[in-house]
């Protein structure tokens, strides 16, 4: 399973902004004004998530129960993702309008010859960890990665390089990660990639007691839950990518707020994740979605520091070969009351 995902839309204008402190919106766009017209129609668009109803994507929802999305003029259908589902791809190829993606995989696919545009960050702090029995002996993820314990990982994964690059590997046993929670509860010595509100949360109210270590704690801490789009799409419906922020900003605000209404739909949604599950998880991430920086920024809010450092991370794992201009990579404007 993959280590999801995302909070909502900054497009980007490459050569028209500098993102250290926000752009000032002022770019052209191709969709025709409708100041002092009659409403128009409500504008259809896809946006792709990368794993199936959770409460990562609980703004989201919300903008679309509490109406956020229709009273910004748009029509957005929420198409759920899961195992294999290839958001990144999705997006880069224009099948959808928008998607839900990590910073790295923004960069990643940059380097295979995508280009997408970073809009909105739900995640401020990285919600992928390892997970170990509550048993366990292990301190850290550093203590865990020189011993030769079983952990269920991807190892494609950007952050499974950067530990092995970073702590002094023993004899790990590896295997594949399937999100499969049962190989994991029935192993007290085993460890696993997890999702810091979905997979020790459901383990939790199974009675299987875990220790989460957050991957951002060692240093690698991008952008995750990243609303993106294609750069044709962004300069094309300046716009409408700008209604779909606002709306974005809007819903997850409300679902901070209160994330009880809208979990109810989820669990309807997504039968793996009951509705207690849904709040536990609401109130473990508000912490990486709502900080010190999002009091500066806004919700969602992302700075080119953050960026250049995911890039200087990503190529020393060899993961970039021709690095991108930062600015190139994401757009993001303050609200108003920012």
Not at 287 to 294: D, G, Q, V
Request: hydrophobic share 45%.
């Amino acid at each position: 399973m993959s280590l999801h995902r995302l909070t909502i839309l900054r497009a980007i204008s490459l050569s028209a902004c500098v993102v250290t402190l926000g752009c000032d919106g002022t770019a052209p766009t191709t969709e025709q004004s409708t100041s002092n017209m009659a409403p128009a129609a409500a504008v259809a668009v896809k946006l792709q998530l990368n794993w199936v109803a959770e409460p990562e994507f609980g703004g989201f929802y919300e903008a679309a129960r509490a109406g956020y999305f229709a009273k910004n003029g748009l029509a957005v259908e929420l198409v759920q993702g899961g195992p294999g589902v290839p958001a990144p791809q999705l997006v880069a190829s224009g099948k959808v309008e928008f998607a839900i993606v990590s910073a790295p995989q923004v960069i990643e696919l940059r380097e295979q010859g995508g280009d997408l545009v970073a809009l909105f960050a739900v995640y401020q702090g990285n919600p992928m960890g390892i997970m170990v029995h509550e048993s366990a002996p292990f301190a850290s993820i550093e203590d865990l990665w020189k011993s030769d314990a079983t952990v269920a990982i991807e190892q494609g994964l950007a952050e499974f390089l950067w530990l092995s690059k970073t702590f002094p590997t023993g004899k790990l046993k590896l295997l594949p990660w399937s999100g499969n929670l049962g190989l994991f509860a029935a192993d007290p010595s085993m460890a696993a990639q997890c999702f810091i509100t979905a997979e020790p949360v459901a383990l939790a109210l199974q009675g299987i007691k875990t220790r989460v270590f957050r991957i951002g704690e060692t240093g690698f801490d991008p952008y995750n839950a990243v609303v993106v789009t294609n750069r044709a799409f962004f300069t094309q419906n300046r716009e409408t990518c700008a209604k779909m922020v606002e709306a974005c900003r809007a819903g997850w605000r409300a679902y901070l707020n209160d994330p009880k209404p809208v979990n109810i739909e989820m669990a309807a949604l997504n039968s793996g994740m009951s509705v207690e599950a849904m709040n536990r998880g609401a109130e473990i991430q508000r912490s990486l979605i709502e900080n010190a920086e999002t009091d500066r920024l806004g919700l969602g809010g992302m700075r080119a520091q953050r960026w250049e450092l995911t890039l200087d991370q990503l190529e020393s794992m060899g993961r970039v070969k021709q690095r991108p201009a930062v600015e190139s990579l994401f757009f993001w404007e303050p609200s108003p009351s920012k």
